[in-house]
C-alpha cells in the first residue's frame, strides 16, 4: 500500500446559482483545485464525479463533468452516497492511488439543488427514506433526524436550547467564512423562535439546501512529494452503513451505528485516538445530529453531547474546535459536495491557511460525513 | 392476485405495488396486523419480510397484538407535497410486545400534548378514502 497525500483543494461559494449550470459549477472548484496543486491538468489520470444524482437533470453526470473539465479519455465514474458522497470518493481515490493503478486522480463533488423546482424537491424528499414501509406516510429527512432528537432528548435530556447552541456556534463561524451561504450570526433566541419544521427542529436547526461544488486532488507519495512542500497525508478512511429503515436500527435510536463503526476504522488505520483529534468536521445536516456525531466519534461521552455544545467545549479554544468553516447549517449543504467541502477546510486547517478560524498548531484533522438519513458514514483522518 | 389487494393501496401515497407480501394487505383489510415468522429459525419480523436474514427457513405469517410502545415521535410541519394538507401530522416509531418495531403514524385523536415517549399505544388498520389502506397508532 502507497502513502497518498492531497496535494490540491479547491471550492465554490455555497449559494443559489441561477447564473450557471452544474459543468460551470463544477469547473470553478476544480480550476481553483489545478491552481492550488499547480499541476498540469494532463496529469490528472482519473476523476470521480460524486453527486445525489437524484437531484441532477443530467443523467449519469461523470459523463459531461469530465468532459467540460477536459478529463477525457481517462476513466471517470460516479460515486453516489447521497450526502456522503464526496467523502466515499475521496475513499475510492486513495484506493485508486494506494494500490499503485494512478499516480494522480481527482474527486469533484457538485450539487445544483435549485435546478429541480420546488415541487420536485418535495417529491424526491419524500422518497428519502425505504419507499415500500415509511415513505406512503409522508416522512421528510427534518423528520427523520427530529426523531433522534426527541429520543435523545427523552434518554439524555437534551434540550432546544442545546440544540440551538449548534446552530449559533457554526452561524458564528459561518460569519467569518467568504464561502458559506449565511454569513450571519444568530442568536438562541431567534433559532428558538424560527418556524417549526419538525419538532422538536425549527428552521435554523435545519441546514440549507443550496449550489455549489468542492474539489480535492490526491497524489501518491511519490509525486506529492515533487507538487507541493506542504503535502497532507490521508491517514485514516472509515465508512459503515446502517439500515435504511429506523425500524431495523434497533429501540434507541440516539446514535448512528454506521459513523460508530466507521470512527473505528479510522482511528485505527491512523493509529489515534479521538483525543488526538485537533479539528473536526462534522456532519451538521441538524443540529440534533451534530450533537450524536460528538457521541458517536468519541469526542464526549454518550449522552454528553448537549452538555458538551453548551460548555462551548467545540468552539476554537475548547476542547475539540468542529465546523470551523460553519458546517452544513451556516455553510449551505449542496448534498454531493458536502463531503469534499469539509476535507477542503480541514487541508486548509493543516496546512495553516485558514485565517481568522486557523486552530493554532493543528496537525490532525477529521471529516465526518454522513449520507442520507443515515445509512452511510465516511470518516477520514487527515495527517500533516 | 386481484388488484384490489394490491401492495400498491398501501398508504396514502405509495411507490411499490409488486412484492410478495401482497397478502398482508388481505389480513389488513381484514384488520389485522401480520409479521412474518421464520419456520427455519423463529425469527418475527415487522415489516413482514419474504426472505429471512438466515437464509435458510421460509418465512410464514403471524398476527401481531398491535399493542406497543412509543420509542420516538415528531410532529411534521413540513411536508412532502402530497401530504402539504395534513400537517400537522404526527410520525413515530414503536415496538410491539412481541419484540420488532413499526414506523407509523399516531392517530390524530391523540392530542399533541400527551404524546410521550414509553406511552402505550395500539398499532390498528385504517380505511382511507380512494380505496386506499394504512395503519396508524392510536391510544389502547
New interface residues.
Partial sequence: MRNVAIVGVGQTKFDRRPDASIREITFEAFKEAVEDADIMRGEIEASIVCSATHYDKQRTPAGVIAEYLGLNPQPTYNVEAVCASSGVGVRNAWALISSGLHDIVVVVGFQKMTELRS?EV??V???SGD??????????M??YF??????HR?KYGTSEEQLAKVAVKNHFYGAKNPKAMFQKEVTVEEVLKS???????KQLDCCANSDGAACIILASEEKARKITDMPVWVAGLGLGSSSM???SRG?S?NSFPCAVEAAKQAYKMAGITPKDVDVAEVHDCFTITEIINYEDLGFCERGQGGKFVEEEQTYIGGKIPVNVDGGLLAKGHPVGATGASQIRTLVQQLRGEAGETQVKGAEIALAHNLGGIGMYCAVTILKR | MTFTMSFGRFGKVSYVAETKLQDFMKYLEQGKIMGSKCKNCNRIYFPPRADCDCMVGEPEWIELSGNCRLITFTIVHFAPASFRYDVPYVLGVAQFEEGPTVFAPLSKDIKQEEIKVGMQLKLVSVKLPGDKIIYELRKP
Fill in positions: 415541487d418535495q417529491e424528499m419524500g422518497r419507499v415500500m414501509w415509511e415513505s406512503p406516510f409522508g416522512p421528510t427534518p423528520a427530529a426523531m433522534y432528537a426527541n429520543a427523552s418556524r417549526p419544521i419538525a419538532n422538536p427542529l429503515t429506523l425500524t429501540t435510536l
